[in-house]
């Protein structure tokens, strides 16, 4: 193959949302407002086109490469990036599915690997270290997915004891140490040094291994100025052989060893590392061009990419040119001034724009200049809710005793309820403590003021200063509107759900993923929003029952309250200890409600019928089949991602993870969870009526061509789990995967629901076979795991955010 052809090839940029891993416009489908039809696109369809123009010809095999996965994300982002590189290719020519080889490279992993004998120099380079080009393939990588590992690097040349933090501080320990020694030691020798662990000199020093001791400045205190010694280990660990190169310069040879290439791209990036603010493999400096000012406190840099790439003529510097963004060298106050676009200062910053303001500044350091005669930098950590003018330090040497002084105990007023709120009387205004009070009411005082004693308070005050005391009744009252006084508006369930489409229905169902018996073309499952209001009930029930709390089920629909996207429990309603018999209560009247609310009317039924998976969810709350274990992490986790509850994706992506989470069982445990699970067995007779399905089922790479049609799956929930992950993930591309899921559950309804519910009530799998990491994982609550290892019961399930401001369409995205 010619060397120039495979170096060749077409750059797309596409954004990404912040910490969005799957990549999004691979395969896209947007409709054209002028003629009315879909048009295809995406970078993968894109790349596609590019490479049939200039080779006449489409591809035969396809390489992925991918780097930013974690191992948890393997299943979901080849479950998505897949799907979008067959659709691309099938848009192109019906049938045209090329082989596609999907490569995940990771770089931070913690695995070490050590030559097995040490003594032998074919096994270890001068250092000990193995050497460069080793790949292990076998006994310590995955037991069933293909990976292995392979070092690329040659071993350590210089080591530096302490090890500083950034390469900055690893050249200025380096340039003292050449300042000293360069004459002496070093052999009058000027190194090239890339800032980690490698050095390069033109010709041999004359020693194989020296220690130096260098003593300089610290740069990375930033408090105070402390000398700091370094220890300097400096060893060949191997010379770079020219002969190569040269073959290569006179056209001998046609490549060129990497190890070669690198050794003089550090030689050539030496000088402006030193001259110029290195980014990566790019310098920046403000005398390449005007510094330009974008706003919010930042200014462009200019300056240049430089790397050194083979070409036909020899080598060849390349060089492109680059900008950054850097922060403007002015005072914090300015810097917020700008961010902020703030006009007046003397107003206090709102709790959204000090979040921002939190986030652009969180670990930037500054220098301090109030003292003239010391210049201290400093990194900045976080923002105080307050202004300076009201936030106070104790001075008392018993700091704890001084703020138990100043504790008080507060009943706030809020809707006829009397809340109690324990606030510090010279850190806390009047503002804060009825703003900490309707946070626990469940509302936001967006219209009252607070009253005492018949005299309105002026909420920017500090308590101590209003003159209020332990036990004091403040009142927030709504403002008057045309001389009515106005209520804080918290709405109950049968309120939201009034005004809210209730049902989203999947269809039509082509004729390949249609039932020929039943004859069904349409999926009907809960609306996107309706599943949020039901998962935000559960997860503030779930939070109580956590904390071993419950109602016992004296409440209605109308107790349960509505603000800004959180959900509470009127305080009418009194908690009572957690029992199983209590909890089947709460369930209880959930369930009821839920039967008013999500039930379809059907001529053709009395009682009506329900969406998907809605009645199974019903069942499981009035049979209340857990008891008193139904407030522990497996069953919350459970309940709050039940499959009523998510999305197909989520369902999706619950199947394929639980398949994986089982094949890792050894025998003997996969026998118990067989034995946990229970049968399933008219579940290949379901999904023969499906030809979709039926492919799958019937699926052998092995049968011969004239051998009848047999499955390979066996009656058991075990096999249908199986049967699952190979339909979703081998689906036709020419299928969208939300009508293939909703032709799975329209077949197997009950299937996922069961087979959850009970690895829940009845398997105790390994510790590496956690239900919350499987379930809590997903779009209800991503938190819950590490919250109840922490055992925090204020944070079993994350705190509900704001209601998300979205359009919820038929397909529930």
Known sequence: MDWLEITKYRGLVSAQPHRQEIIEDLFTVSKDPQKGHNVNGGMIRELLIAFRRKTNRRPERIIFYRDGVSEGQFSHVLLHEMDAIRKACASLEEGYLPPVTFVVVQKRHHTRLFPEVHGRRDMTDKSGNILPGTVVDQRICHPTEFDFYICSHPGIQVAINPEPKSRATNREVLNELIKLHRKSTLGGKLPAYDGRKSLYTAGSL????????????????????????????????????????????????????????????????????????????????????????????????????????????????NIDISATSVFKPVTVIKFVEEFLSIRDTSRPLSDRDRVKIKKALRRVCIETNHQQDQIRRCKITGVTPMPMSQLMFGVSTKVEEHIHRNIATFLVKVEGTSISVRQNLSTTTIKMLVEHACDKRGIRNYDGYPVFLGKVLDDTKLLSDCKVCNNCIVEVRGRGRAGRERRIKCTTFDDEMKDIDLFSVVSPLSKTLTNTKTQEKSATFLSGQAKWYGRQVFISLCRMHFRKKSLDGKFNASHILFHDGRVVFDESCMEVDFTGHSCKNDYGVIAEIFKKWFCIPDEAEEEGRYPLFVADLIDYLLDCPLGEKSNSAAAIAFLVNHPALTTFMDRIGQCTTLDSMVDRLTEFQKFEFDEAVGSYNDWSERVEDVPAMYDTLVYDPFRRVDAPEETLYTENLRSCLKFARNHFRHARPDLSLERVEASFSLNLVDFLPMILQAIVKSFEGPPAFDMVTLLGDHVADRKCKRDVDAENPAKVIASPSKKPKISFSLKGK
């Open 206 to 317: 004359p020693f194989d291994s020296e220690e130096f001791m260098v003593t300089l400045v610290d740069p990375e205190k930033e408090k105070e100025r402390v000398e700091r010694e370094y220890k300097i280990t400096i060893r060949i660990a191997e010379r770079t052989d020219m002969y190569h190169l040269h073959q290569f310069l006179r056209g001998r040879q046609r490549d060129m060893p990497q190890e070669t290439r690198q050794v003089l791209d550090v030689v050539l990036r030496e000088s402006p590392s030193w001259n110029y603010v290195t980014v990566s493999r790019s310098f920046f400096s403000t005398t390449f061009g005007h510094r330009g000012d974008i706003g919010e406190g930042l200014e462009c840099w200019r300056g240049y990419y430089q790397s050194l790439r083979p070409t036909q003529m020899g080598l060849s510097l």
